[in-house]
T-cell receptor, first 118, second 111 residues
Framework: EAGVVQSPRYKIIEKKQPVAFWCNPISGHNTLYWYRQNLGQGPELLIRYENEEAVDDSQLPKDRFSAERLKGVDSTLKIQPAELGDSAVYLC????????????????FGNGTRLTVT | DAKTTQPNSMESNEEEPVHLPCNHSTISGTDYIHWYRQLPSQGPEYVIHGLTSNVNNRMASLAIAEDRKSSTLILHRATLRDAAVYYCIAHGGTSYGKLTFGQGTILTVHP
């Protein structure tokens, strides 16, 4: 099966500029995640979608970050305006949660978008 | 997710078995133990997971202690491609749908 596809792979922007990341999950996966990974740290969840509904966005900085998942498939994560501290790798993942249980469902990650804010 | 503790780093030689330990002493009875690994410049990759019994798949084996307070990921014959950061996650409870990654163990494989 094709994996999770993310684009762009790299992005360099100046602070205060907007930026958007795109994710195409594995076909048929109902749950989609956006994680952020700072250098030398493990990934941290930003937002989780079940189909097209954002069911956990408690970690998303809502003043500058937004996300959408149209038709419950592809997703876009946006930052506006970007700050220096937003430099990180943004990872998208998807899973097939059967029977409403995520504890037993492996996540499949894309290779991420490395954002550098100068 | 329950807190997990892993060594910061481990080393192995190619073609030798590797045992990566993880302590999760506060794990609850319904928490699954997940292992992921992350190769350089890639996203995390699912390795294996289990609840109570030992588990095997084509990538690795997962040995879970009888009291479930610790587990060990076993790579039967390490290859250079296995050099990665390995994350152990005890997933359950109020963290539904949210894997909490720690610092992980950096595995170095020597030729």
């Amino acid at each position: 099966e094709a994996g999770v596809v993310q684009s762009p792979r790299y992005k360099i922007i100046e602070k205060k500029q907007p930026v958007a990341f795109w994710c195409n999950p594995i076909s048929g996966h109902n749950t989609l995640y956006w994680y952020r990974q700072n250098l030398g740290q493990g990934p941290e969840l930003l937002i989780r979608y079940e189909n097209e509904e954002a069911v956990d966005d408690s970690q998303l900085p809502k003043d500058r970050f937004s996300a959408e998942r149209l038709k419950g498939v592809d997703s876009t994560l946006k930052i506006q305006p970007a700050e220096l501290g937003d430099s990180a790798v943004y990872l998208c993942a998807s899973s097939l949660d059967q029977g409403g249980s995520s504890y037993n469902s492996p996540l499949h990650f894309g290779n991420g978008t490395r954002l550098t804010v100068t | 997710d329950a807190k997990t503790t892993q060594p910061n780093s481990m080393e192995s030689n190619e073609e030798e078995p590797v045992h990566l330990p993880c302590n999760h002493s506060t794990i609850s009875g319904t928490d699954y133990i997940h292992w992921y690994r992350q190769l350089p410049s890639q996203g995390p990759e699912y390795v294996i997971h289990g609840l109570t019994s030992n588990v095997n798949n084509r990538m690795a084996s997962l040995a879970i202690a009888e009291d479930r307070k610790s587990s060990t990921l076993i790579l039967h014959r390490a290859t250079l491609r296995d050099a990665a950061v390995y994350y152990c996650i005890a997933h359950g409870g109020t963290s539904y749908g949210k894997l909490t990654f720690g610092q992980g163990t950096i595995l170095t494989v020597h030729p």
